[in-house]
């Protein structure tokens, strides 16, 4: 392979369609198959004697790489998943396999590394899961559904300013990410900027920017958000926090597509979709004269409502389902699956945080759980005490059957546990009683009213 | 300017997105150098901790388009897919050399030169193209 296909195994390894290198105890390339060449937009030629890590670029590489392994320990390495970054910048997911490389006196020479391009594997699985998938954004609530449908039409029509709506953690940069992604401004940058974070000197400087000289301390021009943002996305988070005096510069900003950086002369044009989001109800803020009524019509050319968690708790174990994936990848952990006890909490809590939140009870939970299942005791105190006192009210039915169990023992001792008279007095049927003594775990005396103690004497 | 030089085994480190350690090299005075441990987590994370650590330039391996767009979003001038030996590639750097051509990464060599002149020429190119 190093020079040509001549014998009979570089013959088959040129025509095998997963990738091919072999090392020697230098970790420098040895030999690089037309597949290695395609999957890792490399050529044979540039691949040759080269450190393997600089060709392969593999995310396991640094700290856990399967050749180093395998010549360590002298044993194999079987379809390990990772993922290479090809000459083009693009993450490919692979499966990986080592050998040891011996001479013809069984001399250890190198390692030989075969991958395998997951690529297609990876779209069909992000297709099928796609179905409850926009983005970041996950869910199979139909009120998400719609949401969906939404961002997917705003997305198409790339100059469109957009105002996200929702409580805190309902995922709006999520929503707003996902808009920027599926346009055609997708190559172009996603810049976000919190305009509740910054007082509002800082935060006109930072949207706008600034020339040199134009206040003590400018030394150099500073490029502001809406010029990085080039021919992308700007989306401005907590927009309802933003001064009077902001927000009359941001509503010329949308209305000439321009803007004036501080201390500039001439104003720059301005490309950049602006996508707004914020938690508090800016209609209602409008009404009493906090936002300008003219921003307000500007920015919510079309308006998406984020709907909160306890409104879509069928999403909650889909959710789980992808933190714990996350997770599992980001802390290298193995975690299976939640408990379907540590499940019940989790839907009957009302998640005031929404999605954050719970993502940050999975992520407390990996920390605390030693094992491989999430249970109720990885939980927080204040979720496990919300699911006890879901429990006596969640339905009708329970609420029923205990009433009636308290109503059954005060009349059973009231006639001295006399099942006949506490039937007649309650107005059933005694067989009826005797079900529901049954059916509601209504223990009974030893002795009752059926038997008098000077009977049995 | 501050530098950070993502470095692994005295090289730079193959894979920004996974890189462990980062040396930051101060234009003006380059023989006082700092060594960063990289935190772990979204690689976002690292352009986080780079900025506010006030690097202005981060020079590193292979990185993904997106970490790559977000870290030029944040301000950092990015020479990527530069490999080689960390000190030749510092020198280099210090010494204001167009190390690009020297030091890219196997494959990588056109995209330098695109990078050069401006933002975003990273993760554009086909796979196959430079070759």
């Not at chain 1, 790339?158 to 995922?171: A, C, F, K, M, N």
């Not at chain 1, 010029?227 to 700007?234: D, F, K, M, Q």
């Not at chain 1, 019940?344 to 491989?372: D, S």
């Not at chain 2, 920004?16 to 980062?22: P, R, W």
Request: with cysteine; charged share 25%.
């Amino acid at each position: 392979m190093s020079g040509g296909a001549t014998t009979p195994t570089d013959a088959i390894l040129e025509s095998i369609c997963d990738g091919v290198f072999t090392v020697d105890k230098q970790w420098r390339i040895t030999s690089f198959n037309r597949a290695a060449e395609q999957i890792t937009g490399t050529s044979r030629e540039q691949a040759l004697g080269q450190p393997c890590s600089e060709v392969f670029r593999c995310n396991l590489c640094e700290t856990a790489c399967p050749l180093r392994q395998t010549l360590r320990d002298n044993r194999p390495t079987v379809n390990r998943d990772a993922y290479i970054i090809n000459a083009a910048g693009e993450q490919v997911p692979i499966s990986i396999s080592t050998a040891v490389l011996r001479d013809g006196a069984g001399n250890i020479i190198g390692g030989a590394e075969t991958f395998r391009d997951l690529s297609e594997v990876e779209a069909l699985r992000r297709q099928i899961s796609g179905r409850h998938r926009l983005g970041d954004l996950v869910s199979r609530s139909p009120a998400m559904h719609a949401v969906f449908e939404l961002i997917t039409a705003v997305a198409a029509s790339s100059d469109t300013t957009v105002l996200i709506q929702g409580e805190t953690g309902t995922g709006k940069e999520l929503a707003a990410r996902a808009i920027h992604n599926l346009s055609s401004r997708a190559t172009a940058p996603f810049v976000a900027v919190n305009c509740g974070a910054l007082p509002d000197n800082l935060l006109e400087s930072e949207l706008f920017g600034y020339k040199k000289g134009a206040f003590t301390g400018a030394e150099r021009d500073k490029p502001g958000r809406f010029e990085l943002a080039g021919t992308g996305s700007i989306f401005l988070d907590e927009i309802g926090e933003i001064s009077p005096a902001l927000q009359v510069r941001l509503l010329r900003v949308l209305q000439e597509r321009t803007f004036e950086p501080l201390g500039a002369t001439t104003s720059q044009p301005c490309h950049a979709r602006v996508i707004a989001a914020t938690n508090r109800d800016l209609q209602q803020m409008v009404d009493e004269g906090r936002f300008r009524r003219d921003l307000f019509y500007r920015i919510q050319v079309v308006q998406i409502d984020l709907p909160p968690l306890r409104r879509r708790s069928e999403d909650i174990p889909l959710l789980c389902e992808h933190f714990i994936t996350h997770f599992n990848k980001v802390l290298r952990r193995d975690i299976r699956a939640i408990t379907p006890a540590a499940m019940g909490c989790l839907m009957t809590y009302r998640w005031p945080g929404n999605i954050r939140e719970l993502e940050n009870i999975i992520e407390r939970a990996f920390v605390i759980c030693p094992g491989n299942y999430i249970d109720v005791e990885h939980l927080p105190p204040h979720l496990r005490r919300c699911a006890q006192a879901a429990v006596g009210t969640t339905t009708i039915d329970t609420a029923r059957h205990q009433s009636e169990r308290e109503l059954i023992i005060a009349t059973l001792k009231r006639t001295g546990y006399n099942r006949s008279a506490c039937a007649r007095e309650l107005g059933i049927h005694k067989t009826t009683l005797y079900r529901k003594i049954k059916a509601l775990g209504i223990e009974l005396p030893a002795s009752d009213g059926r038997r008098r103690s000077d009977d049995i004497s | 300017m501050k530098a950070a030089f993502t470095v692994w085994n005295n090289r730079i480190a193959p894979v920004f997105d996974v890189a462990g350690t980062a040396l930051i090299v101060d234009e003006k005075d380059s023989s006082a150098r700092a060594t960063l441990s990289l935190p772990d987590g979204p690689a976002f994370a690292r352009i986080d901790f780079l900025c506010r650590n006030g690097v202005d330039i981060l020079i590193c391996g292979a990185i993904t388009g997106r970490l790559h767009n977000y870290a030029v979003n944040s301000g950092l001038e990015v020479h990527p897919f530069v490999a080689g030996e960390q000190e030749q590639v510092i020198t280099a750097w210090l010494q204001h050399q167009p190390f690009e051509q020297q030091f890219h990464m196997p494959g990588c060599g056109r995209r330098w030169r695109q990078q050069r002149q401006g933002r975003g020429g990273c993760g554009r190119q086909r796979p196959g193209q430079d070759r």
